[in-house]
């Protein structure tokens, strides 16, 4: 008797399902300043095949990785001027052109698709919004990002479905629904888009600040009814009424919390939009003895400036779209959990949403228009910058070292302030 193949419910937004990888025709494909690991399976494939510059080649790009901890990351891509060697001329792949599609690697399958285990029954899917075609799909629907649930029949030759993912809740693990809540909580005020966005954050702030010390007293009774009550009042503007308007003027402040956003900007990995922010933020920065660029306060005032003069105008003139870049975040990297292995508090969490807005507007206020180039594509293509630094690093450290610079840090002030 065959073997009855198992079902699973998959939650996803919408637009999930209309995604496949458009090739050469991106216009900013992962083939370039991108680490690509190479499975050991397809490793082995690529050194075996009989074509010598296929493998002469082979030998040239990829370089085993000896300290892989698994078969995922048996071997890695090396890159040639920040392409990768078997990318062609066109933007086209060569392993796929020669090989097939089954002989990509499942990096290379898998992005920019992520997967979520809630339990043995019920997955969650989504897109990084790294990638541009997914970026596009997920902000330009004119309308608040939607979810669905199918039921999957697993297939065996799904390489996503046969991943680990991304977390694994047993049904019985301790306070789990009231845990589950506080995420969809979230969700469901970054979507209350009658309310200014940056109001919509500042609530998620106070909302898991409140929790978290819920959670530290033990009183988990107490928090689905703090939720509702915080939902309610979000939506009615009540919970926050006036709290940016008696927020003191503080230059200092501003400055300091516009820190970390501006040096996590200035130190990405993809070289041309580093040197295209530094072209607008250089002449403002201080020297340091090793010659290189600090930013100091002289340009932390000018990206501060740029951010509220043309960053914010922008963000209000495509606020659904930018609604929905967050709205995928919340669901895409399981936030408010999102590094909570690594010591990450849920304020702490609230902090990195806070700073992803304030990254977008220094974004939207120094990087040049590019020729040709409309102000929705220009969304894309920055938005697609932004999720490539907050979604392939660890932002959860970095905020908890450098809160610890200031004692009897206020999260929801340090909040308050990237988002003013």
Known sequence: MPKKTKTVTIRQPAYYKEFSCIGPACTDN?????????????????????????????????LRNKK??????????????????????DGGCGIFR?????????????????????????????????????????????KPLEFEEITYAIDPNDRLASSPGKLSWAKDAPHREELLAVRETCLEIIGQHHRPL??????????????????????????????KEYTAQSASGTLLQGFFERLPEDPATVR?????????????????????????????CEMEEDKKAAVGPKAL??????????????????AQAVENYFSNYIFSMFFPFT?????????????????????????????PQREGEDEEQRLIRLVAILAHITQHRNLGLDVQNFAKQRENLDTLAYTAYMLR
């Not at 892989?68 to 990768?84: E, F, P």
């Not at 501006?262 to 403002?284: C, D, I, N």
């Not at 005032?301 to 495509?318: L, N, Q």
């Not at 304030?358 to 939207?364: P, S, T, Y």
Request: charged share 25%; with cysteine.
């Open 301 to 318: 005032d000018f990206i501060t400036e740029r951010a509220r003069e043309i960053g914010d105008p922008f963000i209000s003139r495509h």
């Open 256 to 284: 300091w919390a516009m820190l970390l956003p501006a040096k996590h900007l200035m130190s990405t990995e993809r070289k041309l939009e580093r040197l295209e922010m530094f072209e607008t933020v250089g002449p403002y």
């Open 339 to 367: 590094y909570q292995k690594d010591g990450c508090t849920l304020s702490y969490h609230a902090v990195m949403l806070a700073e992803q807005y304030a990254m977008l507007r220094i974004l939207l206020g120094v990087m």
């Open 198 to 227: 940056t109001e919509r954050i500042l609530a998620i702030g106070l909302a898991l600040r409140t929790v978290e010390r819920y959670a530290q007293e033990g009183n988990y009774a107490r928090i689905s009814l703090l939720l």
């Open 30 to 62: 992962c083939c370039h300043d991108w680490m690509v690991t190479i499975d050991k399976k397809h490793y082995l494939q690529y050194m075996g095949v009989a074509d010598h510059a296929f493998h002469e080649k082979c030998k040239k790009a990829i």
């Open 68 to 89: 892989c901890k698994g078969t995922g990351d048996y071997a890695v891509m090396q890159l040639d001027s920040g392409r990768c060697i078997f990318q062609d001329p």
């Open 98 to 142: 020669k090989l097939g599609e089954d002989a990509l690697s499942d990096t290379c399958t898998i992005y920019p698709r992520r997967q979520v285990r809630m339990d043995e029954d019920h997955w969650e899917r989504s897109l990084s919004l790294s990638c541009q075609e997914a970026a596009r799909l997920a902000l330009l629907t004119g």
